[in-house]
């Protein structure tokens, strides 16, 4: 089993609807949570952390649930420049902070 | 905003040869890391370094590599007799502590001809 595991789609998704997606971690020592988001040929950027209690930044919201080993990253209102492939990583603390990422999901918002 | 910033932003290399890539993290952050991304594929850790010396390595991150903080800004990347393999991004990335998301460069392409 992969330890970081993401639908790689695409999503192709019409402008203006919402959007989700879900990641599944294996090592359930796992402490710290993130969505990046990645460009073609650029750097990954963080966009958001994962709070246990779920967190809310604008139209994107970040949900954890520890119990089943995923986490989700809602887009409401969804607009073109939010067409990129979007990355899940855990950090897992017993591995001194060492980034596990997955291979992302790529999300295409067409007009 | 402070960012992360590296050096070359592209380096081209025969094989066999040896690069350094350079990268200035963020002034107050006290952790970096090296990252690679092979072309269509995902983002792969290198290495972590903290308080001076490397906190964690993976698999990857064999003889043929080493880092080192020369001075009180740079973090480097030394990748020795390279090879065809290497070709890749070489992401720098940094982070205030140890359990937050790191904050990444905009990269370093390699391609080892």
């Known amino acids: 089993r992969k330890e970081v595991e993401q639908d790689p789609g695409p999503f192709n998704v019409p402008e203006g609807a919402t959007v989700a997606f879900n990641c599944t971690y294996s090592?359930?020592?796992?402490?710290?949570f993130f969505w990046y988001r990645q460009d073609c040929r650029k750097e990954p950027k963080l966009l958001m952390s994962?709070?246990?209690?779920?967190n809310e930044d604008g139209r994107f919201t970040a949900q954890l649930n520890r119990a089943s080993q995923y986490i989700s990253l809602l887009i409401r209102d969804s607009k073109l420049s939010d067409s990129a492939t979007y990355l899940c990583?855990?950090?897992?603390?017993?591995?001194?902070?060492?980034?596990?990422w997955g291979a992302g999901t790529k999300l295409i918002i067409k007009p | 905003e402070p960012e992360v910033t590296q050096t070359p932003s592209h380096q081209v290399t025969q094989m066999g040869q040896e690069v350094i890539l350079r990268c200035v993290p963020i002034?107050?952050?006290?952790?970096f890391y090296w990252y690679r991304q092979i072309l269509g594929q995902k983002v792969e850790f290198l290495v972590s370094f903290y308080n001076n010396e490397i906190s964690e390595k993976s698999e990857i991150f064999d003889d043929q590599f080493s880092v080192e903080r020369p001075d009180g800004s740079n973090f480097t990347l030394k990748i020795r007799s390279t090879k065809l393999e290497d070709s890749a991004m070489y992401f720098c990335?940094?982070?205030?502590?140890?359990?937050?998301?790191?904050?990444f460069g905009q990269g370093t392409r390699l391609t080892v001809v």
């Open positions: 990583v855990v950090n897992t603390m017993d591995s001194n902070y060492q980034l596990i």
């Open positions: 090592n359930s020592a796992s402490q710290s």
């Open positions: 994962v709070y246990s209690s779920g």
């Open positions: 990335a940094s982070s205030e502590s140890g359990g937050e998301g790191a904050f």
């Open positions: 002034s107050n952050h006290l952790y």
